[in-house]
């Protein structure tokens, strides 16, 4: 046995048990709708990410806040002439200082409006990771769907060829059947249980992703119909998918938040070239030129060499910059949907095609192909021949079902947008 056909049986063996597990076990049955509920109650990412905004709504009030003032309270320590331990009251020395930071220029409003803009950013990035893991929900709960469809399929098949062959078997002990028509019968269940190992490692695959964005530890049982897959047919033209992802994508928004943060930022390091004045007023009972004296004044630095000029330079650049990555990220989805948009165009054909050629005359005739097989009409190079092919067309179907989901996800992933 080699490395590969051990790895396939193994996996095979795995699934033998997880099928048990999904019949033995609890299993959560969910449609599309109790997903996406679900999915977002549930996922931790997302709720990690709603706490970013509610952090940033925080940092808005915060920049709303003025300086708070600082009072300064000085006492004599010890009066050496009068021998005095905090000697304070009447004939001793006290002294009090009230300041105040006034800011000037608009800064405060800077502060505000970059609180504020960062807030839309922890939003639109809240979006951007709904939308991106959206698809991977969407996407592996009809990939699960369609698989354990498959899976159901060739489990009745191989238990079907397990009793022939058994039969078969006491028939060729007995010389009634020749030996190569076993070993022909054997080497089609030997190559159906290869597809169902190759098979069931995808549905694992997918089954852990879904537990995952679902936190669920129980399987996951996809219950949906037909038309859930046909209304990803949905014709757009390629201008409006455009418009469409230029008007919602939620990281070209970003992107354009980061240009305004970026014209923000500039134009506060230009109102920190204004200096602030700070404010202060102070009372002493005998340390000053008279007694109980009370004065006022105002302190402000004089913009002679540092008028924040380098701060301002850098800024302007930082401006530059995220025009730029504006640019280049349009650029960027319009390339990309452009792809999969054509993509999407052939799955469509695939689908519609793969329809109608797959309908109920499929089932019939496979029910004829055994009723005829087990009456000994049909020969055993025939029945093979045409359970191969049944099967054949079966996985396509499956394949292309499944193609048509991710490429319209994909293209509801590229707009931002849930247009299918």
Known sequence: MTKMNGLKYLTLAAGLIWTVNLHAGDTLKVNLRQADSLFLARNFSLLASS??????????????????????????????????????????????????????????????????????????QFQDLLRQLKFKLHSALFAVGQERFLIDKYNNQMALLDTISVAYQIQVDK????????VRLKGAILKLS????????????????????????????????????SKYIRLYTIEELKAEALANRPDLLIMDQNKVLARQYLQYQKRLAVPDINFNTSYDQMGGAFKNEITAGIEIPIPVWNRNQGNIKASQFKLNQ????????????????????????????????????????????????IENFQKRN???????????????????????KIQLVESGEEINQIVGKDLY
């Open 51 to 124: 706490m970013n905004i509610e952090s940033q709504k925080a940092q808005v009030i915060q920049a709303r806040l003025y300086p708070n003032p600082v009072l300064s309270l000085e006492f004599n320590a010890y009066d050496p002439e009068n021998k005095k331990v905090l000697h304070a009251g009447q004939n001793g020395d006290k002294s009090i200082q009230f300041q105040q930071l006034i800011v000037l220029g608009g800064k405060r409003k800077s502060e505000i409006e970059m609180a504020k803009t960062n807030q839309s950013i922890a939003e639109l």
């Open 175 to 182: 010389g009634n059947i020749p030996l190569k028509e076993l």
């Open 194 to 229: 290869d597809d169902r190992a190759d098979l069931l490692k995808q549905y694992y695959d997918n089954q852990a992703d879904l537990q995952k964005l679902l936190q669920s530890s129980a399987p996951i049982e996809f219950e949906y119909t037909e038309n859930e897959i």
């Open 322 to 369: 995220a025009e730029y990555d504006l640019l280049g990220m349009k650029n960027e989805i319009m390339g990309q949907l452009q792809g999969t948009y054509a993509f999407y165009s052939e799955t469509v054909s695939e689908y519609q095609k793969a329809s109608k050629l797959y309908n109920q005359d499929f089932e019939i005739t496979l029910k004829g192909m």
């Open 378 to 400: 049909v020969s055993m190079i025939e029945f093979v021949d045409f359970f191969e092919s049944y099967n054949e067309v079966l996985t396509e179907l499956v394949r292309v």
